[in-house]
């Protein structure tokens, strides 16, 4: 990130599952780089095609992973500075068919996010379906879908470009209040990595009805880990150093139905340790739901030391059983979460 000081990307995945993309490239990366720029857009675009691939979770939408930036204590002198890294998706059906237009913005600005995503969603990604449309009744035989789709994601991008350093607005809406239906705690080291979910028994009365409110366990639960890993690969291929993101939300969606990964992190020596928690709109419980910020002040108090991680888990929800972790890194747990937490028999 020599010659420019934020990080673009924009990938427009067709009904048939082609891949189209424009990234903002600096000239002075390596070819190695640049190679591994290319193959973004499958490993971001892996979680959404796995929930268009497992028949339970085929309309469910990731919308939106914020990260926030931390500097890696052993670089005191940081050059190239972001404030953040998002990415964003607009997810529609088109010809009884599901598109996607994602994007991955990494910016030394407080964004507003929402401008941008509106963009994306009311502007950039109903204009690319309706010129298809338009230009293939045309055009006919002549109409050539990649220089058609280039051209409109080159101009996306500088939509986008143009909305970069928008400070945030405050927009009213109706308050949401969700419920916690598990924990995920995980811990970074340079040799080491431990990540596990926490949430009701399998044999409580509960699960299935959480099932029907979320993607899946095992989907929740690979997407934190999942996206900041893809999040830190960017950053060293853009040649930025020092730096780490850190999940901060990842909102996902299906008709009335919300989803939100909440996550407070400390970093202390070089390790970081987080804790989030899948938050629901749309579930029969009988524990009591509570606002965005309330999980946020639990999560604090765990971070900040001044509880257990046992006793918070038993104050956000007595349902989720803070002693049983469902390892979410290695093949072997997740297959566990996958055949157990997952089965609906």
């Known amino acids: 990130m020599k010659e420019a000081n934020y990080i673009l990307g924009l990938f427009f995945c067709t009904e048939n599952n082609l891949i189209f993309e424009e990234i903002k490239v600096p000239g002075t990366l390596s070819k190695s780089a640049l190679d591994g720029i290319r193959t973004l857009s499958l490993r971001y675009l892996g979680p959404i095609f796995l929930t268009k691939a497992l028949k339970e979770t085929s309309s469910w939408t990731i919308e939106r992973i914020e990260s926030s930036i931390s500097i890696n204590e052993a670089h005191g002198n940081v050059k190239d500075f972001l404030q953040s890294f998002f990415l964003l998706n607009s997810t529609i059906q088109f010809q009884g068919k599901i598109t996607n237009l994602f994007a991955f913005i990494g910016s030394p600005y407080t964004e507003d996010i929402k401008i941008i995503y509106d963009k994306m969603d009311k502007l950039i990604h109903p204009s690319i379906l309706q010129g298809k449309v338009v230009k293939e009744a045309i055009m006919g035989e002549d109409f050539r879908l990649e220089n058609f789709l280039q051209a409109e994601l080159k101009r996306g991008l500088s939509l986008i470009e143009y909305s970069l350093g928008s400070s945030r607005k405050i927009y009213w809406e109706a308050p949401i209040e969700y419920y916690c239906v598990g924990v995920i705690k995980r811990k970074i080291a340079e ?6 979910l926490f949430t009701c028994d ?39 150093s020092g730096l780490s993101p850190n999940i901060r939300l990842i909102k996902l969606s299906k008709e009335d139905k919300i989803v939100i990964y909440l996550e407070e992190y400390l970093i202390d020596d070089n390790v970081k340790e987080s804790y989030g928690v899948i938050l629901v709109n749309k ?10 910020i309330h999980y946020r002040q639990k999560l604090r108090q765990i971070i900040d030391k001044k509880k257990s991680f046992e006793q918070t888990v038993a104050e956000i929800n007595p349902m989720i059983n803070p002693f049983v972790n469902w390892g979410t890194l290695e093949k072997d747990p997740l297959h566990d979460i996958q055949n157990t937490l997952d089965s609906v028999k």
Not at 191 to 196: H, L, M, Q, R, Y
Not at 218 to 233: A, C, D, F, H
Not at 283 to 291: G, M, R, T, Y
Request: charged letters at 30%.
């Open 202 to 240: 399998p044999e409580d009365v509960n699960r299935i009805e959480i099932l029907k409110s979320i993607p899946s366990f095992y989907v929740i639960s690979i997407l934190p880990n999942y996206y900041e890993q893809r999040i830190k690969e960017t950053l060293f291929l853009f040649d930025v």
């Open 283 to 292: 579930v029969n419980l009988s524990s009591e739901p509570n606002k965005m």
């Open 191 to 196: 040799d080491k990595k431990e990540s596990g």
